[in-house]
């Protein structure tokens, strides 16, 4: 037999067996195709994914900033870490709509007579609306609470320090889930907690892994329902581009105070927003307006998540029986047998 027989024989043999039955399994390893619904640019997308035999999860995307939950999320005034505007739409014969400069408008005047007084109704989707008085009966509106025209007001949270060492009154924010907190159920902080939002809310209380190039990998929970997958709180970007959560002062940034310290140390994703276009620091320009401080800066570059199937908190009536912390959400994700390795496995699914 020369030697161009004996190879042909080897490939037609058991090599060639082996070598297929290792490809097929490699591919059964990485899962079925799917697709996960994203958004970039407030346009829906399709991100592919590898679905995986025990429910886990693995697809590329960016990520954007979801402070709902954080104390300082909304404030009276709308000098929160986001804009009020995105946490309720104006509620128009029995229709959400959009809110806009007009709707705003509306809103201070509501807000300064204590949602008390007719005028404009507010569908409320992201803070707690609570009665005028204690037997008053709150109204349902789409996906929301109605606030406004003496149907409800929005409830006061904490009061909170600004950078300019006044204090602020926050409303109180929320998410689709709760844990327990000082035996208490409570939301889900965006400013300690790193919570991930789905559009599925079957995958509401599992664990996520998170990473990418020159980033902390970082496990989540997923606790907030949405429009699309892609959005984190603020305590997962700290903790994916620095591996630790610091606390952030609210603004406004008063004039006097304009491009010094509190506005140019400010680390992602917080980010200055002033009040007059073109009015960020530069050098040679003195500021003319106040600016807040937002959470809005994202990360662009597509990170890696793995959703793990079999790694989810206890379901309770109010969302999740325990305390939430990131290292108990570690904890969930390794007592459900999902080592490094094991997660770098889906991860690389996503690469080949």
């Not at 705003?104 to 007084?117: H, I, P, Y």
């Amino acid at each position: 037999m020369n030697r161009v027989t004996w190879v042909r024989s080897l490939v037609c043999g058991l090599p060639i067996a082996v070598l297929c039955s290792t490809t097929a399994l490699a591919a059964e390893a990485c899962g079925s195709a799917g697709k996960i619904v994203g958004k970039v640019d407030n346009k829906p997308v399709s991100y592919p994914s590898r679905v995986f035999r025990d429910g886990s999860i693995a697809v590329r995307a960016p990520l954007a900033v979801n402070p709902d939950g954080g104390s300082g999320s909304y404030t009276v005034g709308n000098h929160g870490f986001t804009y009020v505007q995105n946490g309720l739409d104006a509620w128009r014969a029995g229709r959400r709509v959009a809110c806009d400069a007009a709707c705003m408008t509306e809103f201070a005047k509501a807000e300064a007579a204590g949602f008390a007084s007719a005028g404009e109704e507010f569908c409320v989707f992201a803070m707690v609306v609570e009665p005028l008085s204690p037997n008053q009966a709150l109204s349902a509106c789409t996906k929301g609470t109605i606030a406004g025209n003496g149907k409800g007001r929005i409830k006061f949270g904490t009061e909170r320090q600004t950078v300019a060492g006044t204090t602020i009154q926050t409303y109180a924010s929320t998410t689709s889930l709760r844990h327990m907190s000082g035996g208490k159920a409570a939301y889900l902080d965006s400013e300690s907690l790193p919570v991930l939002v789905t559009n599925d809310s079957s995958l509401l209380r599992k664990i996520v892994w998170v990473g990418g190039q020159d980033l902390h990998g970082t496990f989540g929970l997923i606790g907030d329902v949405g429009p699309a997958f892609g959005e984190g709180s603020i305590a997962l970007h700290q903790l994916l581009r620095d591996g630790s959560v610091t606390t952030q002062s609210l603004g406004p940034i008063p004039v006097g105070m304009r491009c010094q310290q509190p506005e140019l140390a400010l680390k992602a994703p917080f980010i200055s927003r002033p009040d007059s276009k073109n009015d960020a620091c530069r050098p040679g320009r003195t500021p003319t307006s106040v600016s807040d401080i937002r959470a809005y800066k994202g990360i662009d570059e597509y990170l890696d998540f793995v959703v793990l199937g079999e790694a989810d908190f206890p379901r309770g009536s109010n969302g999740v029986l325990e305390e939430v912390t990131p290292a108990s959400i570690e904890l969930v994700a390794r007592k459900a047998g999902y080592s490094d390795e094991k997660i770098q496995e889906m991860r690389q699914c996503l690469h080949r």
